[in-house]
């Protein structure tokens, strides 16, 4: 059985921010009855927590060298 893994973020917003920053405070794990476990880093000050599927990282492109 796959092990499927969660990320967990908060969602950081201000007036000076130009848009929502997204800061992963923990890991979450399906369970075989897909209910979810999560272990959180940190606590959410507004209380809300953003849980999606975990991707893979992607290359940065390289950059050029002046």
């Known amino acids: 059985m796959e092990t499927k893994m969660k990320a967990v973020f908060t969602i950081v917003e201000g007036e000076k921010l130009e848009k929502p920053l997204f800061r992963r405070i923990g890991t979450g794990f399906v ?31 390289p950059q050029e060298v002046r």
């Open 31 to 61: 369970n075989r009855d897909a209910s979810l476990n999560v272990f959180l880093d940190a606590l959410p000050v507004s209380g809300k927590l953003h849980i999606r599927d975990v991707e893979p990282k992607r290359e940065a492109a």
